[in-house]
């Protein structure tokens, strides 16, 4: 049953009546708007989900992440891609910012393997269940989980690229890996926010750069999208973006003293192994809080 609605500030979720034990269980399936918005747009935004608690051990859990993988890279193998700093330690991948000599952490994937909250978060029902709805399956597995930090001041762009080009070799059902972003701090154009190139999933895979570069490839040919189309997802903290993985998605450098951090879950049906590490990693169901 698809109950949830959108209110003005705090998302809420409609009370499902438990008849049994005359119990109030909350869901967090999306609404038919909801649906029908995220088809049509190639995202939708659920604002301020987690309250300040669960947010600060999100961003605790960051701050042990990024040391676990400072500890592991330098164990891990150095490589540079048009000049910027990556390592790998068996299947995790750390990026670093993009200034030589940082140690600034950009992303690290698979994060869910570093630290046990995230672990826990994968089978939150405040992500399942939407993503249930999205997917139109009961039972999901991880795709990929991936901590996106941007510094203040120092965090860079992401430019405008799609998830589905990257993912089309390792998967066979590229259309049902479905993103969602859960914010850590208050997310703003100048800080940096995700931005969505409203309707561009509806185009399927397109084609990258051509521009000589290593990783041209894999940012969206300008010929194919309009960036007036751009939509800001300005946030507040605690708050959940679903993206396609075929929306034009990217953001711009944090020129705030404020950092952006954030967590980008993928999920797809259960039973398939995850991108990194090959391993099925299905959600294990928890009941409503
Ligand atoms: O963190 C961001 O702003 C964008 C991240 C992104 O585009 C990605 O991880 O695919």
């Known amino acids: 049953m698809y109950l949830c609605s959108m209110v003005l500030g705090r998302y809420a979720c409609s009370a499902n009546q438990s008849p049994e034990r005359g119990q109030m269980a909350t869901t967090y399936y999306l609404s038919k708007l909801e649906l029908e918005t995220y088809r049509a747009d190639g995202y939708l935004i659920r604002q301020s989900v987690y309250d300040d608690g669960e947010i600060e051990s999100l961003r605790l859990a960051s701050d042990r992440a990024c040391q676990a993988a400072l500890d592991l890279a330098v164990l891990g ?3 540079f891609l048009d000049q910027k700093r990556f390592v790998d330690i068996g299947y995790l991948t750390v990026q670093f910012e993009h200034k030589l000599e940082t140690d600034l952490v950009r992303v690290i994937e698979p994060v869910n393997e570093l ?7 994968i089978d939150d029902p ?4 939407p993503m249930r709805s999205i997917l139109g399956v009961d039972e999901l597995a991880l795709w990929t989980a991936k901590l996106n930090l941007k510094p203040a001041e120092e965090g860079s762009s992401f430019g405008w690229h799609q998830d589905s080009p990257y993912w089309i070799h390792d998967s066979q059902h590229v259309d049902h890996l479905p993103n969602v972003m859960v ?5 703003t154009t100048e800080n940096g926010c995700l931005q969505v190139i409203r309707g561009s999933h509806l185009k399927g895979c397109l084609p990258g750069r051509d521009d000589g570069t290593q990783l041209g490839g894999f940012f969206t040919n300008p010929k194919c ?3 007036q189309d751009a939509v800001a997802m300005e946030v507040p903290a605690g708050s959940q ?16 003293r404020l950092g952006r951090r ?4 993928t999920y797809q049906p259960a039973g398939f192994a995850a991108l990194k590490s090959c391993q099925v990693r299905n959600v294990v169901s928890r009941d409503h809080v």
């Open 225 to 227: 999208f309009e960036e």
């Open 183 to 187: 914010t850590f701090d208050d997310a």
């Open 115 to 121: 630290d046990g909250r995230y672990e826990e978060l």
């Open 77 to 79: 193998k150095t490589y």
């Open 241 to 256: 973006i679903f993206f396609s993985p075929h929306a034009i998605h990217g953001s711009g450098p944090n020129r705030s």
């Open 126 to 129: 405040k992500l399942v269940e």
């Open 262 to 265: 954030a967590i980008i879950l």
